[in-house]
């Protein structure tokens, strides 16, 4: 029988690592998800027929709550709620490897694990208790519930090198003496503040880099909680969920030209979660235009691009933009969608978004594919995007966002800016765009500005 898990578990596992591969592409994303699934289900059902396991009722239990709850949150999430729902999901993912640490600990009366065991459960509990709390403070933050901006705090990152210390020195005590419950509580109760105190600094503009290194981070949790209960399964699992997490936290830092270390550390004052514009306080100049004027300059057009951002997610405009981008090709004219790595509040929010919509994939282009062909675009339509287009990044060194790669759309022959207002983004600044020459301010909720442009275009 050993063997035999030994086997499903080698098959589980290479079924991870080409699911993993296949999520790299969006025409391959949906069989990657379902090689990942067959994997862990092959997982799931041959542990299950582990000899150590006492009673059943309690797994059935867990499973048919586990699955009802799922369910419901599955069906009932919006898409703009995602990236909250992975927020939870990691905290969840987190606690749960912290749960069963503390659960091989108090399974004796007489604690006496092998030095690697005992540190093991330790890391196990500090990893997933800060994920735990950190992953539920970045949901409060993208739900609303928890300030979006900085939170500064007198000492901030002593404090948290302090407790991190303390943590570790706790640790190593608790395997001289493994019988000391009260060291035990002390790691799990400062480890759930830590997460609070790491995350609490991180403002909104930053949160997509926060998610990733959460999802890193239960990852790391749950391998090491592999080694607690001897499960390689779960060590590949964790492991691959931990390298992917950071690999993707990597690219999302470079997306912002950000240091990781500049995030964790919540350096960035300005990454609130927006509001008025920033400035010298005088109202900038700034030309706008209606739907009908709209419909015929986009009929004069060979070619568009359009440029989504969260705010066409707040206003569930995809559709809208879908139908837009085909009624731009019946009439003959060349459509594009650019995404910037961190559009949206989580990686590939962008193209799930317009996946949902049935937009094909071979319209979607990255920012290094596409940049290059701004200058011969006829008219690109900033719809709920702010932060990823504005040229300050590119030449103002006083600016928070100098530096950060952006899709250089102010090079089109025309600019059209969809926003309900002239308020700032994510990174509380002005936007440079909005007052150019060639940029025209269509103001409106995006999805009915978006139904009334088509309807314009129809009846042209």
Not at 210 to 238: D, E, H, R
Request: glycine residues 10%; proline residues 3%.
């Amino acid at each position: 029988m050993l063997i035999v898990s030994y086997i499903i578990y080698l098959i589980a596992s290479i079924l991870f690592i080409f699911g993993i591969k296949k999520l790299g592409s969006p025409k391959t994303a949906r069989q990657g998800n379902m090689l990942s699934s067959i994997g862990m289900l092959l997982a799931v059902v041959i542990t299950l027929f582990d000899h150590m396991i006492i009673t059943y009722e309690w797994i059935i239990a867990g499973l048919v709550v586990g699955s009802l709850i799922g369910s419901v949150m599955a069906t009932k999430v919006q898409m703009t709620g995602m990236p909250q729902m992975v927020g939870l999901l990691n905290g969840f993912g987190g606690g749960a490897s912290a749960v069963v640490a503390l659960g091989e600990y108090y399974k004796v009366e007489t604690p006496n694990f092998e030095i690697n065991i005992i540190i093991t459960i330790v890391l196990s509990i500090l990893i997933g208790a800060v994920t735990f709390t950190g992953s539920f403070i970045a949901f409060g933050k993208l739900q609303g519930i928890v300030t979006g901006k900085v939170v500064k705090y007198p000492l901030q990152n002593p404090i948290n090198v302090l407790l991190f210390v303390a943590v570790i020195v706790a640790g190593v005590f608790l395997v001289i003496d493994q019988s000391s419950v009260e060291l035990l509580i002390g790691i799990v109760a400062v480890s759930l503040i830590l997460g609070v105190l790491l995350v609490l600094p991180i403002g909104g503009a930053d949160m997509p880099v926060a998610i990733s290194l959460l999802n890193s981070y239960s990852g790391i949790a749950a391998s090491m909680t592999g080694f607690v209960i001897n499960n390689n399964m779960l060590i590949i699992a964790g492991a691959l969920v931990g390298a992917s997490g950071i690999i993707l936290t990597i690219i999302m830092c470079k997306g912002m030209n950000r240091s990781l270390m500049n995030v964790v550390l919540g350096g960035r004052e300005s990454a609130g979660s927006g509001g008025a514009a920033v400035g010298d306080g005088t109202q900038k100049p700034h030309k706008s235009i209606d739907s009908e004027e709209l419909a015929m300059l986009f009929d004069s057009a060979s070619n568009v691009v359009i440029v989504p951002g969260y705010g066409m997610a707040v206003a569930q405009a995809q559709h809208a933009i879908r139908d837009l981008a085909n009624a731009l090709e019946a009439k003959g004219i060349n459509v594009r969608f650019a995404i910037h790595p961190v559009a949206g509040r989580m990686p590939g929010h962008m193209n799930v978004l317009l996946a949902e919509a049935q937009v094909s994939y071979d319209k979607l282009y990255a920012l290094e594919d596409i940049n290059d062909d701004f200058p011969n675009t006829d008219v690109v339509l900033v719809i709920g995007a702010n932060d990823v287009v504005n040229p300050a990044a590119r030449h103002d060194k006083n600016s928070p966002i100098f530096g950060m790669p952006i899709l250089n759309v102010d090079y089109a022959k025309t600019v059209i800016v969809n926003k309900r207002s002239m308020n700032v983004g994510y990174a509380g600044i002005d936007n440079e765009l909005f007052y150019l020459d060639n940029t025209l301010m269509y103001f409106g909720d995006a999805k009915n500005a978006v139904v009334k442009l088509v309807n314009e275009l129809k009846e042209l």
